[in-house]
């Protein structure tokens, strides 16, 4: 059975920081392309980072500079490191792991992240 489990999420201030946390298991963890996706209220989910299997990094605009994607293939994990949290990256953030192949895909059940003053 695959699971994905976020964890990390929470209630901050703008400025400050958290570090999302996706424990997998159940798959070849090491060979999957791992993302992070979020999700705002009314809005479409829109793809944060990835990391590819080589380590390979992408990022979306608006949290370049900010956020750094990781993986620990010994732990068969992924982070999101997130800094100067925004009230915009307001939302429910999900990991996602998508085969070689890209012919499979699973998700996590996401984790909220709240930015407020």
């Known amino acids: 059975q695959v699971q994905l489990v976020e964890s990390g999420g929470g209630l901050v201030q703008p400025g400050e920081s958290l570090t999302l946390s996706c424990a997998v298991s159940?798959?070849?963890?090491?060979?999957?392309?791992m993302a992070w996706y979020r999700q705002a209220p009314g809005k479409q989910r829109e793809r944060v980072a990835n990391?590819?299997?080589?380590?390979?990094?992408t990022y979306v605009d608006s949290v370049k500079g900010r956020f750094t994607v990781s993986r620990d293939n010994a732990k068969n994990t992924v982070y999101l490191r997130m800094n100067s949290l925004k009230p915009e990256d307001t939302a429910v953030y999900s990991c996602?792991?998508?085969?070689?192949?890209?012919?499979?895909?699973?998700w996590g059940q996401g984790t909220q992240v709240t930015v407020s003053a």
């Open positions: 996602n792991a998508a085969s070689p192949s890209r012919q499979t895909s699973y």
């Open positions: 159940g798959i070849i963890f090491s060979v999957y392309n």
């Open positions: 990391i590819f299997s080589t380590g390979f990094t």
